[in-house]
């Protein structure tokens, strides 16, 4: 049988408690719990990187957590990248270099850039395949991808 625990912890830069049960995958409970539904239902084996979010400001498999682990952390998801209606810089280059084909992998791969851009802004070909090493695109889109998080960063 499981347990409720109560945790504290922020989401998209607002303050929660919440109860979660302590064999609820972090996945799970971003999307059912919070409804926040951007981030996508993958392999659940952490493999192709649909459900990255960020915790703490690292890129981290939803499906591979579990949310009594959120206690005390910032959970940043893709709905809170933009702020006040603006989109943050790695989605509008997703956009403007058509980045994304079916979508499904988007969320996982602008999270995975974010992350990637924010400890390094001038990221090599080499750190920018490095970082998307856990994050699967079906459609083919990497070139696309690639550009995109380049012309993100501050080169």
Not at 70 to 87: F, M, Y
């Amino acid at each position: 049988m499981t347990e409720k625990i109560t945790i504290n912890f922020t989401v998209n830069g607002e303050k929660e408690t919440r109860e979660v049960y302590s064999d609820q995958t972090l996945l799970k409970f971003i999307r059912e719990v919070l409804f926040l539904t951007g981030t996508k239902e993958g392999c659940e084996i952490g493999e192709c990187g649909a459900c990255i979010v960020l915790l703490d400001g690292k890129p981290v498999n939803s499906c591979l957590i579990l949310a009594v682990e959120l206690d005390g952390k910032d959970l940043v998801t893709i709905e809170g990248l933009s702020k006040n209606g603006e989109l943050d810089r790695v989605q509008q280059a997703f956009i403007d270099h058509a980045a994304l084909q079916c979508g499904y992998c988007t969320p996982g791969m602008v999270l995975s850039a974010k992350a990637l851009l924010d400890r390094n802004p001038n990221p090599t070909d080499q750190d920018i395949n490095e970082a998307l090493s856990g994050n699967l695109c079906r459609c083919g889109a990497y070139q696309e991808i690639r550009v995109a998080i380049k012309a993100s960063s501050n080169k």
